[in-house]
T-cell receptor, first 114, second 109 residues
């Protein structure tokens, strides 16, 4: 079984709709992240959380919100989707106690906003 | 200017070739460095960390030059399965990973 899972894997929605992307992990890591990836731009950080009660904005948080319901779950919401939020979204986790703190990614969610 | 810059490629090489990618970073406070590999439409996966003294993992060698602020990845004896996008990643401290936009490698038979 995958250590980091994301649902849905693909989603088509319309402008103005609210949608939620879910992320779950079995790695036992405290830190979780949401990124988006656009062609030619690399991955950009949307939000991150170091613990259940901790939420922090990344570089492109406008138009997004998150919820850290439990150590293993971190969800990303688009309150009112717009076409330029069409992208590939990745959830990631990391262990701050690791010698080199690398990140482990989920399989991604492809989102198309019409 | 992007904080982490890579040549997007593609680098198109025959099987067995040696290929090298470079990456430059602009923040001198960067603390640790990585190469990730991303296959088409898949998630990035850690390929290797990059240590100051340089390090090797099989056919892959990574080098770091802090003075010039660049990182390199050398792949020897390229395999078809090496075809992917290689992401240069810099850790500015704590959680903050900065990703380059990637260098695409195509290995042909």
């Amino acid at each position: 079984d995958a250590d980091v899972t994301q649902t849905p894997r693909n989603r088509i929605t319309k402008t103005g709709k609210r949608i939620m992307l879910e992320c779950s992990q079995t790695k036992g890591h405290d830190r979780m992240y949401w990124y988006r990836q656009d062609p030619g731009l690399g991955l950009r950080l949307i939000y991150y959380s170091f613990d259940v009660k901790d939420i922090n904005k990344g570089e492109i948080s406008d138009g997004y919100s998150v919820s850290r319901q439990a150590q293993a779950k971190f969800s990303l919401s688009l309150e009112s989707a717009i076409p330029n939020q069409t992208a590939l979204y990745f959830c990631a986790t990391s262990d701050p106690l690791a010698e080199q703190e690398t990140q482990y990614f989920g399989p991604g969610t492809r989102l198309l906003v019409l | 200017r992007k904080e982490v810059e890579q040549d997007p490629g593609p680098f198109n090489v025959p099987e067995g070739a040696t290929v090298a990618f470079n990456c430059t970073y602009s923040n001198s406070a960067s603390q640790s460095f990585f190469w990730y590999r991303q296959d088409c439409r898949k998630e990035p996966k850690l390929l290797m960390s990059v240590y100051s003294s340089g390090n090797e993992d099989g056919r892959f060698t990574a080098q770091l030059n802090r003075a010039s602020q660049y990182i390199s990845l050398l792949i020897r004896d390229s395999k078809l399965s090496d075809s992917a996008t290689y992401l240069c990643v810099v850790n500015r401290g704590s959680y903050k990973l900065i990703f380059g936009s990637g260098t695409r490698l195509l290995v042909r038979p």
